[in-house]
């Protein structure tokens, strides 16, 4: 009978382990229980991973002003009177909520990436939106950040059209567990994050070669704009990707944690953030789950000890 | 206490089923015709049934709240629908449990809306944070007034419990509805706001029944059942029926022989491990031949 199939699947879908990392699973098992308190909330600063980054000599995008209260608003003309291009961000926002691309300068007004001018009243607002914690994951007041915005590396070229593409690894217990490549689109208007239309690549960890994609949760195998085929591309500057992720996560203090890093063209290979609870649509672009991949270091680290 | 993922799971089922025996043991106690020793005699005093009017609807209200919260509870963690606030739905369906409040149902959705157009309104306003949804609020505080004072004219029976649904939350919803749709499209927040309404129709459907009040009041033991339900599902780690259909390719016994052939005509993932050497800025590479089982559950060939 299929209707009881069915049920009998949801069932032990609810109520069995599989192999696929859940959201209450990682919020259970890879929240609290392996990340500390403090790590995570550090992770949710991002001034202060860019501090660390710093100290840490891990490469990541300059940061130019950080602005804590709406008096600092009167100064930020002439700090910003000499950069023509940079990134608005709320230092702990959620889901690139809040995020705004400024890629041109036109007398007074700003172009932002999606071709939306801004006047210097609409940037100020935003800003002011953003110290009101609107944008904040726990509505608390918040700083602004402007950063340097990162620039598309000659070495994407075959693969982005519409924005900066980033790779999102997932660490634990300070080894490579899973890496996607995250690819902007047209849809996405220039987000590489996936909710928003961005295509996700798994990686193999070895080659960096991508394997699988999926873009709006179903595969593909050809990019969706220009249709240039994705399964074995290679990411570029793939081994330094690697050594600065995992050295990102040593200096996250996080134990499971995703780790963003991009290509600039200038710098190239740049730490973007890292993240307490990062996304599970890797495990659909990897057509792998994470658990038992989690669970075998979990078993080397003990037989370890 | 405890040291690993697994040990803390079993310590909070043992909690729960502490709290179960609890529950039976005082359940048991409280049985008439059992002869129980006069020590338990406070027991008889537990039923809450006796009450005079007022504080019976206080004590409905604290009775009916945590079943409330732990179907909140069970519709984000099991089923998976998202809802705005976490306990707005339980007060929402609260507010509206008994069958003669349901015409303040067209009330509160108009407010919803009506409000959700205002904020339409001061969007182009550019107003900060705090004072937006101030204004939003008086103009909600307003309508609500305006519609109490005609209320008696036309004949309508506002529903006291409306006063259990605080403007405020009111007004939160609106500015979460409003943020949902500027960020992720109106359809979605118009989503969000039918399964927070449809998990407000479950509570007041289920927990409105005049049986499951009285039966509550007489046993108010019964939150501990309730309890224990909220701690097992606060280490609940399986998968959400959302995410069913999200990973269905993943675990799906139907698409494996589709997974399979497309994992047959590529490399298997090696197994890399790079270990950062902390202290020392170097890295080293080792490299594992140890494959993972593919999505149909067999082992690959390593590469």
Known sequence: MALRQWLARIGRLTLLPSDVLTINCRNVQFGLDVNSPSAIARADDKQQTCKLCVSHGIPTPRLFAVLESYQDLDRLSDRLARVPEFVVKPNRGRGGQGVVLIVARHGTSFLRHNGERWTKDDLLVHISDILSGQFSFDGQPDIALIQQRVRLHPGWSSLAVEGIPDVRFIVYRGELVMAMLRLPTKASRGCANLHQGGIGAGIDLATGRLTHAIWQERPITRHPDHGILLRGQTVPFWNEMRYWALAAAQCSGLRYVGVDMTLDAAEGPVLLEWNARPGLAIQLANRAGLLSRLREKDQRCLSRV | ?303
């Not at chain 2, 009775?63 to 339980?90: D, E, H, K």
Request: aromatic fraction near 8%.
């Open chain 2, 1 to 303: 206490m405890s040291e690993t993922p697994m040990s803390r799971t079993t310590l909070v089922h043992g909690l729960a089923g502490f709290l179960v025996l609890g529950t039976v043991a005082v359940t048991i106690a409280r049985c008439d015709g059992i002869g129980m020793p006069a020590c338990l005699a406070w027991s008889h005093g537990l039923s809450l049934l006796g009450l005079p009017p007022a504080e019976r609807r206080l004590a409905e209200f604290l009775i009916l709240l945590p079943p409330a919260a732990l179907i909140v509870c069970l519709v984000r963690q099991v089923v998976g629908w998202s809802t705005f606030g976490t306990f707005s739905p339980a007060l929402l369906g609260l507010a509206f449990r008994h069958p003669e409040t349901w015409q303040g149902f067209p009330v509160f959705l108009g407010l919803l809306l009506g409000g959700w157009a205002m904020r339409q309104v001061l969007q182009p306003l550019r107003l900060l944070h705090v004072p937006r949804l101030s204004v939003l609020l008086t103009m909600l505080a307003l309508a609500l007034l305006l519609l109490v004072a005609q209320a008696p004219k036309l004949g309508w029976h506002l529903s006291d419990d409306l006063i259990l649904f605080p403007l405020v939350i009111l007004t939160g919803i609106i500015e979460r509805m409003w943020l949902i749709g500027s960020e992720d499209g109106q359809r979605a927040s118009f989503q969000i706001l039918l399964t927070t309404l449809l998990t407000a129709v479950l509570i007041s459907g289920l927990l409105g029944r005049p049986a499951v009040v009285d039966f509550l009041l007489h046993h108010p033991e019964m939150l501990l059942l309730v309890m224990a339900g909220q701690l097992v599902l606060g280490r609940f780690t399986g998968m959400r029926w959302t995410e069913i259909a999200r990973f269905r390719w993943l675990v799906s016994d139907a698409a494996t022989s589709d997974v399979a052939m497309n994992a047959n005509s590529q490399t298997q993932d090696n197994l890399l491990l790079l270990r950062f050497e902390a202290g020392s800025s170097r890295y080293r590479l080792s490299q594992e031949t140890d494959a993972w089982p593919s999505a149909s559950g067999s082992l690959g060939s390593v590469v």
